[in-house]
T-cell receptor, first 112, second 113 residues
Framework: EDQVTQSPEALRLQEGESSSLNCSYT??????LFWYRQDPGKGPEFLFT???AGEEKEKERLKATLTKKESFLHITAPKPEDSATYLC?????????????FGDGTTLTVKP | NAGVTQTPKFRILKIGQSMTLQCTQD?????MYWYRQDPGMGLKLIYY???????DKGEVPNGYNVSRSTTEDFPLRLELAAPSQTSVYFC????????????FGSGTRLTVV
């Protein structure tokens, strides 16, 4: 059974204080690891897909990295508008019909 | 280009009532999904479809049913609502290529009292 564990559950940062969010996973043949951002009262918004260990992707102040067991979402010099819940998800390979298994998320609050 | 549209946005049901949550996409994607999200939790897969006429159960299908008669529409039916079905329901769609992730609707917040 595929599993995704995210830590910490909540993270409070001062504006400009860089940090990382963790996503540990177990999956039978990784097809892709996904990061989403979710604002209160809205659906998740897709950020990145990572496929293999060593891969990195960046978008503005966010950088996602991947190892064989974990992914990190690094936030550099965050701003208050980066406050949101960040969800990690995995898809297994094979004929899984694109189904994703999600973690419980990390809620990030950035104070000005 | 609306993407994924869910209706209604909010609904209160009494125990034992039934309802249909609507989901429509204009992205011409074959893959569609229904997830539920309980407070402080991640998303759990209820049902999914890989194309018109094809549906299958996800992780938590009990108490729900789906149909997929067209590419665009993927309604979720709740029969005999129970308090345990109080949740936020999200519909999502994707291409077969995982580069693009899921596109989600804005959700339906359902309360069963």
């Amino acid at each position: 059974e595929d599993q995704v564990t995210q830590s910490p559950e909540a993270l409070r940062l001062q504006e400009g204080e860089s940090s990382s969010l963790n996503c540990s996973y177990t999956v039978s043949g990784l097809r892709g690891l996904f990061w989403y951002r979710q604002d209160p009262g809205k659906g998740p918004e897709f950020l990145f897909t990572l496929y293999s260990a060593g891969e990195e992707k960046e978008k503005e102040r966010l950088k996602a990295t991947l190892t064989k067991k974990e992914s990190f979402l690094h936030i550099t010099a965050p701003k208050p508008e980066d406050s949101a819940t960040y969800l990690c998800a995995v898809q297994a390979g094979g004929t899984n019909a694109g189904k994703s298994t999600f973690g419980d998320g990390t809620t990030l609050t950035v104070k000005p | 280009n609306a993407g994924v549209t869910q209706t209604p946005k909010f609904r209160i049901l009494k125990i034992g009532q039934s309802m249909t949550l609507q989901c429509t996409q204009d992205m011409n994607h074959n893959y569609m999904y229904w997830y539920r999200q309980d407070p402080g939790m991640g998303l759990k897969l209820i049902y999914y479809s890989v194309g018109a006429g094809i549906t299958d159960k996800g992780e938590v299908p009990n108490g729900y049913n789906v149909s997929r008669s067209t590419t665009e529409d993927f309604p979720l039916r709740l029969e005999l609502a129970a308090p345990s079905q109080t949740s936020v329901y999200f519909c999502a769609t994707t291409r077969r290529n995982p580069n693009y992730g899921y596109t989600f609707g804005s959700g339906t917040r359902l309360t069963v009292v």
